[in-house]
């Protein structure tokens, strides 16, 4: 059983930044791709960035790329989504998640808000 701890939501003012962590109760951490998606009321989940388990290889949505960064700390089960230059169209839950590849995320967290004021 894979539980995923999410925090660091909040309300921020446009152009600062919020830390995003997900603390993950697994066995073979180390061995799972982790990755970050969000949806906004009205909108399709979107998928934002995700890390390989060998941490060698990232993505990021074109929505982010350039202000988000995501990393892991496989001695800590633990994996971040580092937001800067917060926009208002940022404003959705965020949901981490892992998976055996970067192509089958199976297991979530409970979601967390992020809210972003002009």
């Known amino acids: 059983q894979v539980q995923l701890v999410e925090s660091g939501g909040g309300l921020v003012q446009a152009g600062g930044s919020l830390r995003l962590s997900c603390a993950v109760s697994i066995q073979t951490f180390s061995r799972v791709a982790t990755g970050w998606f969000r949806q906004a009321p009205g909108k399709e989940r979107e998928k934002l960035a995700y890390?390989?388990?060998?941490?060698?290889?990232?993505y990021y949505a074109d929505s982010v790329k350039g202000r988000f960064t995501i990393s892991r700390d496989n001695a800590k089960n633990t994996f971040y989504l580092q937001m800067n230059s917060l926009k208002s169209e940022d404003t959705a839950v965020y949901y981490c998640a892992v998976g055996v590849t970067s192509n089958s995320f199976t297991s979530w967290g409970q979601g967390t808000q992020v809210t972003v004021s002009s």
């Open positions: 890390i390989t388990a060998s941490g060698f290889y990232t």
